[in-house]
């Protein structure tokens, strides 16, 4: 019997309910990857937060690029949530699983939306476009999408307890390629092409970089560049954590009887909560938004932030390299040119620096 029909039938629904259906003969396993979920779902909860809290405290949302972490933050840290409030034995009759299961797959696509838009604003900052002016677009894309993807299975309602948690039941595997797996697939071969084209544009400019005579378009160039660099690592980060989950689905979709496929799902369990918080987490210490972080400065600018200002940073490209400063030094700063290297650089394109009154 497969585990649809298995599912299906009345005489097993209450085992399937308190038991474990996957493996009927292993219950130990059921147990491994409840908790293995938890763990996992907990984990990113809390990494997800504090990313969210160290962008709040330092207002990073002043930038652009850091907001886009922001996004990418919330939108992970809510799907945790949603990994933690299913297991492998809720009851799918009820619309507890329902709910669930809709928002599961709608933060899902929204995570999957705003490392698109990241994707783009990649292209848009090598093509030395105003990217801030497209935020608003961005959100209209990331969250219509969404929407768009999560109403056609509410509407056809195949949401439902499928093996681990609540989602498209396993009654409707085209369903599960048609609104998710096949448009993941395709958005992760986009991102491929556009990592290529980053690839030799970067490597075009670094071979102009010696002809080139201006030392503010030299710079800009350095600078478009380092802030594309630690975005590359997106789309990769998400190919990798996605792999294990799909192949899960494959091998579901064309043996669903097999029972031998406890790695597979152990795997998927891990990695499902994690793909939005990797790719934030990935970005920040990349782009050297830790570095500079101590307990000391966190609790300075938390206290700073609550009680009372004792300085101020205004928005800027590189952030993190002035929490040095700024901890050291109740001085305020202000929005000015770019000091590197004890030359200065007018402001350019979408861009404001810092520098100490």
């Known amino acids: 019997m497969s585990l649809a029909q298995e599912y299906d039938g009345n005489e097993t629904l209450n085992k399937d309910i308190s038991g474990c259906f996957l493996w009927p003969e292993h219950e130990a396993y059921c147990k491994i990857v409840q908790i293995a979920q938890i763990s996992s779902a907990s984990l990113f909860l809390v990494i997800s937060l504090f990313i969210i809290l160290i962008i709040w405290v330092f207002k990073l949302y002043h930038s652009f690029l850091q907001r886009l972490i922001l ?58 476009l105003n990217t801030e002016k497209s935020e608003r677009w961005y959100h209209l894309f990331v969250w219509l999408n969404s929407a768009f993807w999560t109403i056609i299975p509410a509407v056809i309602g195949d949401f439902g ?30 991102m491929i092409v556009v990592y290529c084209y980053i690839f030799f544009h970067n490597k075009k400019v670094s071979r102009s970089a010696s002809t080139v005579y201006s030392i503010d378009k030299s710079e800009e160039k350095r600078l478009n560049k380092q802030e594309v660099k ?37 795997v998927a369990v891990i990695l499902g909560p994690s793909i939005g918080t990797c790719n934030a987490l990935a970005y920040a210490l990349f782009h ?45 700063m202000r929005k000015g040119p770019l000091v590197f290297q004890n030359k200065l650089f007018d402001q350019s394109g979408n861009r404001e620096y810092m520098v100490k009154v």
């Open 71 to 128: 996004y990418i933050s919330l939108c992970s840290a809510v799907l945790c949530i949603t990994f933690l409030l299913g297991n492998i034995n809720t009851n799918h009759n009820n619309a507890f699983c329902f709910v669930q299961a809709l928002s599961m797959h709608y933060f899902s696509w929204a995570t999957l939306s705003w490392v698109i838009c990241t994707t783009i604003n990649m292209v848009f900052i090598l093509r030395q």
């Open 161 to 190: 307890k499928t093996e681990i948690w609540c989602w498209i039941t396993i009654q409707h595997p085209i369903l599960k390629f048609t609104v998710w797996y096949i448009p993941l697939l395709l958005v992760c071969m986009l």
């Open 230 to 266: 630690p975005l590359i690592g997106f789309p990769f980060i998400y190919i990798l954590f996605t792999i294990p989950i799909f192949i899960m689905r494959i091998r579901e979709t064309f043996y669903p009887d097999d029972s031998q496929r406890f790695i597979l799902v152990l």
């Open 288 to 332: 050297g938004t830790f570095r500079a972080l101590t307990f000391r400065k966190f609790k300075s600018a938390l206290h700073t932030k609550i009680f009372g200002k004792k300085y101020k940073v205004t928005r800027g490209f590189d952030l993190p390299s002035y929490y040095e400063d700024a901890a050291r030094s109740p001085n305020v």
